[in-house]
């Protein structure tokens, strides 16, 4: 990260894998994410150890604890949590001493485990949300094709389950598209 926003140990200007940073709360374009704390596992034990203290500081619902990155929308939940996040986190560093932080509401580490993907052209249709907790096999939602409505709509399954951490917005879809993202919780 160039201009650097915390003062810590932790080398944000490192090169390589994308491990040794933290991301603030976003939703993804097209996409619809609870507010999300992206965190990377860090290059040494002592900098997984600052990231996971700057995390709990943060007090997001949820941290995805990943090595890729993504893309951003705002919404006013989000926004207010960043600045909250933010807040809490100047403070945890000793750059806001004066701030007094709520009590912690803590966060629920997350990765990934499934992806559903779009292997048709169509009109998307979900049938769950972000936060939903899904079994393997459950009904994703799916591709429906307005052009040719007499073709029956292709349902879309979780292979995994776990929480719906992504999901697409509703509308049209192409091949390849990822449609929802599946989170279990992080094993220690």
Known sequence: MSGTLISSDIDFEAKGKHTG?????????????????????????????????????????????????????????ILALTERGIKRLLHSTGMLPAYKPDAANGTRELTIADSVIAYDNGLFEPYHRVENEVENGDVAGVINFPETPWRTPVPLTFQQGGMVLCQRVPGLAERGDCLFQVAKDLQA
């Open 21 to 77: 940073y933290l991301r603030m709360p976003h939703s993804v374009h097209r996409s619809a994410y609870p507010p999300t704390l992206l965190r990377g596992l860090g290059y040494s034990p002592e900098e997984s150890a600052k990231l996971i203290e700057l995390q709990a500081a943060f007090d997001a619902p949820y941290a995805w604890v990943f090595t890729s990155g993504g893309g951003g929308a705002v919404s006013p939940e």
